[in-house]
């Protein structure tokens, strides 16, 4: 008798649960789920805002770390000796200008002397002939010294 209520029941709520109805059931629990996941990624709780704070913290904290980290590999003597050696080429240049307006002077000099030898008598001429020769001849024996 039993197992005739048992098959009785079995057949009432088999009748009860068809295809139909159980594809509502699973689409109304899908739609359920998906609220919940909505309401976690929209509204999210306050200890999830804490977390996100302290991951927001170690990750400033990381940045700031490896910022100066480059900032320590970064070559700062080496900068210096370079600028160092830029300026000291500038001077060097300088001095070759220098060097130059020297140059341009020295021959004014001699073209006005020149000029003077036309105008001035002959001992004088000569007396500036031997101090040029004089003057070349301790020159050259400094050249030969050097080398």
């Known amino acids: 008798m039993e ?5 009785k029941c079995w057949r009432a709520v ?7 109805n159980a594809t509502i059931v ?4 899908n739609i359920v ?3 919940i996941l909505l309401q976690g990624f929209l509204f999210p709780s306050p200890s999830s805002r804490l977390a996100s704070s302290n991951k927001g913290t170690a990750l400033y ?4 770390e490896s910022e100066d980290i ?5 070559p ?18 300088e001095s070759v200008k220098q060097k130059d307006v020297k140059q341009t002077a020295a021959e004014d000099l001699i073209s006005k002397l020149n ?11 000569k007396a500036l002939e031997e101090w040029r020769k004089r003057k070349m001849e301790r020159a050259k024996q400094r050249s030969i010294l050097w080398d």
């Open 26 to 29: 699973v689409c109304l629990l």
């Open 76 to 93: 700062v003597d080496l900068i210096r000796r370079v600028r160092e050696i830029g300026k000291d080429m500038s001077v060097e240049t």
């Open 115 to 125: 000029n003077f030898r036309s105008y001035s008598d002959v001992g004088n001429v």
């Open 70 to 74: 480059r900032r320590s590999m970064v």
């Open 14 to 20: 088999r009748s009860r649960i068809s295809y139909k």
């Open 61 to 64: 904290r990381n940045i700031k």
């Open 33 to 35: 789920s998906a609220l």
């Open 3 to 7: 197992k005739l209520q048992q098959q």
